[in-house]
Nanobody
Framework: QVQLVESGGGLVQPGGSLRLSCAAP????????MGWFRQFPGKEREFVAA????????IYADPAKGRFSISRDNAKNTVYLQMNSLKPDDTAVYYC?????????????????WGQGTQVTVSS
């Protein structure tokens, strides 16, 4: 069973930064797009950012543009989400996901591998 393991979540003050990491040791990592999603209490999981397996195609949701940066290290089977200028509205559980197809997309249904999630809380 493929497992994705997120880390790096926690409590941060507004305006602060966090770097999330997602390790995918059992995945054919260097052939799959990877994404980050988040989920607010009582809401559907929503797209944050995605990156193609080469890193050449990157897409962001509007709330993430200019503040978040996704990257990957295929040699380490790891994808990252650097989050800067965090706001209380960014408070959510963040999930790493591995894509089922070749393209980096924003659709939850295009991702077949999921981590357990990591809590990010932005509060003073």
């Amino acid at each position: 069973q493929v497992q994705l393991v997120e880390s790096g979540g926690g409590l941060v003050q507004p305006g602060g930064s966090l770097r999330l990491s997602c390790a995918a040791p059992g995945l054919t990592f260097n052939r799959l797009p990877m994404g980050w999603f988040r989920q607010f209490p009582g809401k559907e999981r929503e797209f944050v950012a995605a990156i193609s397996w080469t890193g050449g195609n990157i897409i962001y949701a509007d709330p993430a543009k200019g503040r978040f940066s996704i990257s990957r290290d295929n040699a380490k089977n790891t994808v990252y989400l650097q989050m800067n200028s965090l706001k209380p509205d960014d408070t959510a559980v963040y999930y790493c996901a591995g894509g089922r197809f070749l393209a980096a997309t924003s659709r939850v249904s295009d991702y077949g591998y999921w981590g357990q999630g990591t809590q990010v809380t932005v509060s003073s």
